[in-house]
């Protein structure tokens, strides 16, 4: 069962029709209800803060706050599902098989089983296969229950091939699907190969996704999707961006001749999106970017979380990319427009997301000389649970932090840092060269050392793809060839 904390940030998810409809359905039993005062309670407050927490005890006993905690979690779930019931495939797929069971029960054969052919039809249309296997087979149980009446042996055996021929397919999409898990969970961990045997390790990998896709007996939309995912996450880690970029490309066309089969879940095309985006980032293709921004902003989709993700996700990329060409005038003006959504909005997001925009908007205060605000950005990242945070991310947040008390000449605090942080590496035993070599370049700047003799090391760094998304994320090359040690 979630938290309060999780329950808080669940209700301020809720768009206001959704809300609506919860207070809907729960007007039609009468009486007090905790678990109302529980839910108004939470919605009051934007944050859970001391005020929050006041709020809670003096309106509940430690025992009358965990009944509704948990009543409430399990309405407001209830009430979200029947809300958009209508609008996801897969949620009509379920309604129809449950219908089907209710009005078989009741002896309704002949339409429990028509209930039982839309969602066959359904499942075909939308190439929801799974669905189409447990319908067929629901089909044939109740057709035993019923000796066969209607059916002779050429029908029964035809049902039973065509749940075998997806059977297999699924099997086959699994397969698919654990390779391209897999080969993009060492990109995302290790980077790009950098040894003969995790060169073999690939190889093997690609030479299995050969076999999957030999072993194909349907092409389906899926299949070919997880083929050019597979392809992309394969060339990033052989450092061929340009190929990767190409298949994502493809991916795209992809998606859009499908439509109809993501419409109801548009987060699968944000994630070609988004990985199209980091790809030309790491590449510096800022000049590419505008399509699959405009790609992201056009995602139609009635949730306001999602709406309000694309929108963030946009900012945060241009804010990157016009930091990165020194438009700092420009970034400025591009948060002062997006001013009420980052204040007022944003914490409803999944940290990851926060955090990105958060980071690039310190970037552009720090460009800007607003150290104080960039410092009082950065120190809100820091000062959250950052378990849910990508390690980049986390280490692009850390360094900004380190640059920024740079610029305000706060050394004490830097060599503080310095030592928390090695400490942290070795008990981690693994981390990034740019970080280390970040750490050792502040050992010699607290020393009055000259810094420049880093810049070509920085430099060389910047060849290795992995290592050059923390390099181009907080502008470092650039750094290292204007920081120096101060006179005096």
Partial sequence: MVSIETLHLLIHSLTKSEKRYFKLSTSIQGGEKDYLTLFNCLDRHLQFTKELSRDLHENFTTSALETARKYLYKTLMRSLRQFGADKIVEDQLQALLSDSRILFDRGLIEASLEQLDKAKTIALKYEKFIYYILASRQEIQYIISQQFVGWDEAKLVEKQEKISELLRHELVIQHHASLYEIVSMRYWKTGIVRSRQETLRLNDLLLEEHQVLSSQNIESFESKQLHLQFQSAYFLMTDSPQDSLQMLYELDSLFQSHSHLWADKPLYYMHVVNNALQ??????????????????????????????????????????VAVNTGNYQQASQLISHNQDLIEKDLYRLPLQIQVQLKLSIARVYYHLGNYSEALRIINQI????????????????????????????NRDYIHYELRSIELRLKRQKTGFRVEQLFLKTLRHWLKNNPLKQFSRQFSLLKRDPFERQVILELGLEEWFSKVDAPSG
């Fill in 279 to 320: 790809t030309m980032r790491v590449t510096q293709q800022y000049e590419k970017m505008d399509y699959f921004l405009g790609q992201m902003l056009s995602i139609s989709t009635t949730s306001d979380t999602l709406k309000l993700t694309t929108q963030c996700q946009v900012i945060e990329n241009q804010l990157h």
């Fill in 382 to 409: 820091l000062n959250q649970p950052t378990r849910s945070l990508s390690r980049i991310l986390y280490v692009s947040c850390r360094l900004m932090n380190l640059m920024i008390h740079v610029a305000l000449e």
